[in-house]
């Protein structure tokens, strides 16, 4: 993509000021670990650690980016963890259980299976124990139930080594950690905790940070990223000075709506702002920006229906033709607080429509004898020629939710429309027994696990 946003001027502006602003202000560290960095030459100031002019701009290059322009591939989708709300059927809410976050595991093993683009796992985490449990659970039932898991990453320093375990024992060792930091300028959190506190089990860390724009950052672009970009750096350099593991930065902005005083996701500027995010990152390094291969797909809806389905559907067919081929957050409402099984299959049924658009109509030369053809369609129509039996998948998707159907057909005889066919497709699936489940002897041995993990917190 050569349609750059920020001009070179602009890039400029924001690798300078943030190399700036980390020689001259620095970044917020704890005591105890800035004295460490004291001792090792870094400059402090207060609570703050400066750093030196060419080791940020040594990290910001480390970091070029040699991407490549985005191929047309099959739209993939993947619910959140973060939900800890279900949206009923018929209404209304219910918090998320052990017992609900494994019955709606088993709901999306078996949804899988017709539509092979979603990613497997439970969404949502459940409520109904310790808070440093809710994640751990969500990925110990992701792993008993659902084929193919991937876990997400630990979110307890408490129970952490317990999580570790697990993921070593399931054969998936996490050797990789996101460290998300606040703005402005602090390096802190539970993600920072953790991946110090077991560093020497990493290979490597990724550094990202939330600011909002003109809340937490400041209300122009080139400023915020500035901001963004040197918290990032920052916390990559110290990290790797602190432990000597290999970390990495990013670039983060996300909007604010000072009306509603909310992160503005499932928003026009939220799909604006990934596609700044990437280009700064890209190019702030000297590299190429090439656009993003993934999209989220959030709603600030608080119901599955109109408005979450305007908020998805725009993002994604804006987010697709410009090469994306991952959506996040299918099924997800109210940002990603409550997970919809309705909006799950509106948002599928969506994204096939976009796949539609994106793959396009078949071209080609015309490799029969045309005459031939029309004399047969003047004959006998050309509904049943081979050519349109063969090949009429090609050219119209069919839907398994939206009808085609004419309003006069409806009104003689009507038929379940969208929402209606959604629930009834959901309370199908949901009565299915189980399609794939761990063997006994691991399933003991994450619940084991799991259970040391219970007696530290108590």
């Known amino acids: 993509m050569k349609d750059y946003f920020f001009t070179n ?73 973060y939900s800890h709300t279900y949206e009923k059927l018929n209404g209304g809410y219910d918090k998320i259980t052990t017992q609900s976050n494994v019955k709606m595991a088993q709901f999306m093993v078996n949804l899988g299976k017709e539509y092979p683009n979603l990613g497997i796992a439970p969404p949502g985490h459940p409520n109904d124990i310790h808070p440093d449990l809710q994640f751990f659970r969500h990925v110990v039932n992701g792993f008993v139930w659902c084929e193919n898991f991937y876990p997400m990453e630990p979110t307890s320093l408490k129970v952490a080594s317990h999580y570790f375990e697990l993921c070593d024992v399931m054969g998936k060792p996490v050797t990789a950690t996101p460290i998300y930091v606040s703005s402005p300028l602090s390096i802190s959190g539970e993600s920072f905790e953790i991946s110090l506190a077991h560093a020497d089990r990493l290979k490597g860390v990724y550094f990202a940070v939330m600011p909002s724009l003109g809340a937490s950052a400041p209300l122009h672009l080139v400023a915020a990223y500035a901001q963004t970009l040197a918290e990032t750096v920052g916390g990559a350099v110290i990290f790797e000075a602190l432990t000597g593991v290999p970390a990495y930065y990013s670039t983060n902005l996300f909007p604010f709506d000072f009306y509603d005083m909310s992160m503005a996701f499932g928003t026009p500027e939220k799909l604006l702002t990934e596609w700044t995010n990437n280009e700064v ?176 917190v108590g």
Not at 9 to 38: H, M, W
Not at 383 to 410: E, P, V
Request: proline content about 4%.
């Open 281 to 456: 990152f890209s190019r702030v390094s000297g590299g190429e920006y090439y656009g993003s291969g993934a999209c989220d797909i959030h709603a600030m809806a608080l119901r599955s229906g109109v408005q979450a389905s305007i908020e998805k559907t725009s993002l994604a067919t804006a987010g697709a033709m410009l090469g994306a081929t991952s959506f996040g957050c299918s099924g997800t409402i109210a940002m990603d607080e409550v997970f919809s099984p309705i909006q799950l299959l509106l948002d599928l049924e969506m994204l096939a429509h976009v796949q539609k658009i994106v793959d396009g109509m078949p071209g080609g030369d015309f490799d029969g004898d045309l005459l031939s053809e029309i004399r047969q369609g003047l004959e006998s129509s050309y509904i049943m020629s081979d050519r349109t039996l063969d090949n009429i998948q090609d050219y119209i998707w069919h839907s398994k939710l939206f009808t085609r159907k004419t309003f006069g057909a409806y009104s003689s005889k009507p038929f379940p429309l969208e929402i209606e066919k959604a629930k009834t497709k959901i309370e199908a699936t949901m009565k299915l027994p189980p399609n794939w489940k761990i063997d006994d002897k691991l399933e003991a041995e994450i619940e084991r696990i799991y259970k040391k993990a219970c007696e530290v």
């Open 9 to 81: 001027s602009q890039i400029d502006q924001i690798r300078e000021g943030a190399i700036s602003i980390l020689a001259e202000i620095g970044v917020k560290l704890r005591p105890e670990l800035a004295n460490k960095l004291k001792a090792k030459g870094f400059s402090i100031a207060g609570d703050f650690v400066r750093i030196e002019r060419s080791q940020s701009l040594k990290k910001i290059e480390s970091q070029k980016s040699t991407g490549s322009p985005p191929e047309k591939r099959r739209l993939s989708t993947y619910t959140s963890a």
